[in-house]
């Protein structure tokens, strides 16, 4: 089983950026998609982002395309989320999640096994 952290959330004004950082601890996670989801207050856990095992593929919700970048380092274990151009609509706790098999890709939150803690993103108008 992997153990999975995020960092780096906090206030920030719109228009402006973060970086989440997710690191894997358990497990090697080279062989998993990795993504992102997130949950805002009221509303229904959503995918966000999601990179394949090789970090050559990469996957985007169509209301973070353009504005949120998604990397990793297989050889560190981390998965990184760069946040550009924050609207007051990403507010929400933000979870890093692992896929369930090895080598498969998925955007659906039941694709996934293994989730952070989550880390509060908030942006204020």
Request: aromatic share 12%.
């Amino acid at each position: 089983q992997v153990q999975l952290v995020e960092s780096g959330g906090g206030l920030v004004q719109a228009g402006g950026s973060l970086r989440l950082s997710c690191a894997a601890s358990g497990r090697p996670s080279s062989m998993y998609t990795m993504g992102w989801f997130r949950q805002a207050p009221g509303k229904e856990r959503e995918f966000v982002t999601a990179i394949a095992w090789t970090g050559g593929r990469t996957y985007y919700a169509d209301s973070v395309k353009g504005r949120f970048t998604i990397s990793r380092d297989n050889a560190k274990n981390t998965v990184d989320l760069q946040m550009n151009s924050l609207k007051p609509e990403d507010t929400a706790v933000y979870y890093c999640a692992s896929h369930k098999i090895p080598y498969f890709v998925g955007t659906q939150a039941a694709d996934f096994a293994s989730w952070g803690q989550g880390t509060q993103v908030t942006v204020s108008s």
